[in-house]
Each structure stands twice: as structure tokens, then as C-alpha cells.
């Protein structure tokens, strides 16, 4: 097991105030009912941005995490932000929020990793702090799903939420000497980005009438394919973190997966020996909220006392591309 870089300092997230329950997609003309919605990806409810935006969401869990590390805005060196939503195509939301928090000194990046992304933005911000580019770093993940959505098609429309998450990493030294990421894995196969992507509006074939008409800018999902490779992956990603980290599931105290369906979370958890008494599950209040699942679901076990400093995390994470990604962290 190698020496720790980097620790998480403090959480932070930011949530949609309007919530929208199973029971809201009659009133917007979609054939499903609640116990499909819970019987298949254990979805309860989920927050839209209605005033919101990735960088303000963004911006509010950055704040809160500064906040709990006891770090200013102009003490961050770097943010980089996981996004499959930003806010604008061009510049990266990364700078909109470091405007909005006034991070004066720092250098502020996107990374597009799908529903993977946080982890692999974790991992290169840890990466970059090894190379010494920076002392505190914020990483954070702001999605607006809602936004890519297609609210007429209702084999994705149901599955989908907004939020952000943030993370403050600081160089594990000190008093901090051993707490910090303990092994990483990242994976990808773009052989099979087919299986879940927004066909147009990109720059191959930009935004136009006809792209708007025929609605190939929203996602599209083959869900039943996607969820086979989520179990394989994450289940091999869980073994490799395990293995970077010497330790096997009983030595985890909480395993953090991404939250798309409590299924594919029920198998993980199974692989990984891991019983769900130690699994974190949200699914049920905010739906996949792509890479901000996992930053959101770390900010409320922390808060929540479920976990403390020392706890050993496992989190592991796939989605679009495919990406796969795992960690384990000592907190
Ligand atoms: O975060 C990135 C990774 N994403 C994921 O991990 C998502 C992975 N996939 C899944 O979670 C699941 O595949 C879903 C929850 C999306 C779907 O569950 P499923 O058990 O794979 O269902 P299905 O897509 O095979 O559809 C079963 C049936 C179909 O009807 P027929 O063809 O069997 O007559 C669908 O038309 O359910 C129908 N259906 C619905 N019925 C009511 C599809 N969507 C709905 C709906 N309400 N919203």
C-alpha cells in the first residue's frame, strides 16, 4: 500500500430546492407509475434545478467544504471540476465557479468522465499535488441532469436529478501523515460508448432544427446492456481498489457506490463481500445525479457521523463512455 498524497479536509454539497416524486411524471404525461420506478432502480424522489445552476450547486458544496476544511477561497491552488452538464460548452464551469468564490489564485479545470468522473477527478487532482502543482485543492462535481434529459422518453427521464458535491484535499503530512487515498483504479471503453450518449449537438454534428426536432441532443440509454457491464465493472473496479489498498471487504467500513439503481448497488455490495448494513444508499431521495452521486453521498455521511476520521471507504463508480473507476480512502 503506498503512502497517502492527499486527504479529504472537508464535504460540502448542494441541492436543488424543488423536489419531484415518482408520483409528479403523470402530471407530465409519462406512462410509468412509482412502484415500477422503486421495483427497478429503487428511485423514490429526485431535485430539479429550477433556478439553479451547475455553478451555483457547485459553488454552495465548494463553500461548505471550505468551510468544514477551515480554508479560504484564496488559499485554493486548484479546482477541478467533474461535469457531463456544464453549465455553458465553453469556458469550463470550473472558471464560473471560481468567479463565484472568488478562488483568485487558482487554476480551474472540467474533466468529462460520465457518471465516473468525480473519482477520476479525485485521482488526477491527487496526481497533481504528487507533482507538486498544488498544496488544497477543490474538487467537485455539478450536474444538471435535467437539462440533457428527454422529458418524453420514460425509459431515462425517471432514472435522472440534479446536485454537486465538493470535496477540499490537502497534502496528507503532519498530524494528517496517514490519512488520504490509499489506491485508485480507472478504466474506460470507448468501444461501447454507443450504449449510452448524446447522439448530436456536439461538434461533429452541432445544435440545428433538425438535431432539436428529432431530440438526438438528450440521452440515450440501452438500459438493460448498460446495467450488465455496471455490475461487471464495478465489481472488478471493486477488486482492484481493494487489492492496491492490501485489504479485503471486512476491512471496509462503508462502501460508497454510485448511485444509479440499488440493484446494480445490492450486486456490487454482494461481490465485494460487503454487507448493506455498510453500503451508503441515496438512490431513493435524488435519483443518478451522475458523477455527483458519490461527493454527495460522502458529505452526508460525514455529517451524519456515520463516519469519521479514520474510517476506510471504498467508493466505486461507472458510467458513459463506458468509464469505471474505484477508490479507497482512509478519511
Ligand atoms: O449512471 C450511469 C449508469 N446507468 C445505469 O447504471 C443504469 C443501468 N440500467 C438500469 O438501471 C436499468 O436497466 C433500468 C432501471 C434503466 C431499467 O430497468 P430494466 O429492468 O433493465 O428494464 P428494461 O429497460 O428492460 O424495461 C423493462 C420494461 C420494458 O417493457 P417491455 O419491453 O418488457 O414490455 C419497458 O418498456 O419496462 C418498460 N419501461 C417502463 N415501464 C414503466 C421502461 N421504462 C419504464 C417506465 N415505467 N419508466
Not at 453549465?87 to 465516473?116: H, K, M, N, Y
Not at 446492456?225 to 479485503?248: I, T
Not at 469519521?308 to 474505484?326: E, K, P, Q, Y
Request: a negative charge.
Amino acid at each position: 500500500m503506498k503512502r497517502p498524497v492527499a486527504y479529504i479536509a472537508g464535504t460540502g454539497k448542494g441541492i436543488p430546492a424543488h423536489v419531484m416524486t415518482n408520483h409528479d411524471f403523470a402530471a407530465i404525461g409519462i406512462e410509468t407509475s412509482h412502484e415500477w420506478i422503486v421495483e427497478r432502480s429503487g428511485i423514490h424522489e429526485r431535485h430539479i434545478a429550477k433556478a439553479e445552476t451547475g455553478c451555483s450547486l457547485g459553488s454552495e458544496a465548494a463553500r461548505q467544504a471550505m468551510q468544514r476544511a477551515g480554508v479560504d477561497a484564496g488559499e485554493i491552488d486548484v479546482i477541478v471540476v467533474s461535469t457531463a452538464t456544464p453549465d455553458r460548452l465553453l469556458p469550463a464551469t470550473a472558471v464560473d465557479i471560481q468567479a463565484e468564490i472568488g478562488a483568485s489564485r487558482a487554476a480551474a479545470f472540467d474533466i468529462s468522465a460520465a457518471c465516473s468522473g468525480w473519482l477520476y477527478a479525485l485521482t488526477v487532482a491527487e496526481g497533481m499535488m504528487a507533482a507538486g502543482t498544488g498544496e488544497t485543492f477543490l474538487v467537485i462535481a455539478a450536474e444538471k441532469m435535467s437539462a440533457i434529459t428527454d422529458w418524453t422518453d420514460r425509459s431515462t427521464c425517471v432514472l435522472f436529478g440534479d446536485g454537486a458535491g465538493a470535496v477540499v484535499l490537502k497534502r496528507s503530512e503532519g498530524a494528517h501523515a496517514n490519512r488520504g487515498i490509499l489506491s485508485a483504479y480507472m478504466r474506460s471503453d470507448g468501444t461501447l460508448a454507443d450504449l449510452l450518449y448524446r447522439p448530436n449537438g456536439g461538434s461533429t454534428t452541432p445544435f440545428s432544427a433538425e438535431v432539436l426536432a428529432d431530440r438526438s441532443h438528450y440521452v440515450k440509454m440501452s438500459g438493460r446492456e448498460v446495467f450488465k457491464h455496471a455490475v461487471r465493472s464495478m465489481a472488478d473496479a471493486c477488486d482492484r481498489a481493494l487489492d492496491g489498498a492490501k485489504m479485503s471487504g471486512s476491512d471496509i467500513d462503508l462502501l460508497i457506490p454510485h448511485q444509479a439503481n440499488v440493484r446494480i448497488i445490492e450486486a456490487t455490495a454482494k461481490h465485494a463481500s460487503i454487507p448493506m448494513e455498510k453500503v451508503y444508499v441515496n438512490v431513493d431521495r435524488y435519483g443518478n445525479t451522475s458523477s455527483a452521486s458519490i461527493p454527495i453521498a460522502l458529505e452526508e455521511v460525514v455529517e451524519s457521523g456515520r463516519v469519521r476520521d479514520g474510517s476506510r471507504i471504498l467508493m466505486v463508480a461507472f458510467g458513459a463512455g463506458f468509464t469505471w473507476a474505484s477508490m479507497v480512502v482512509r478519511l
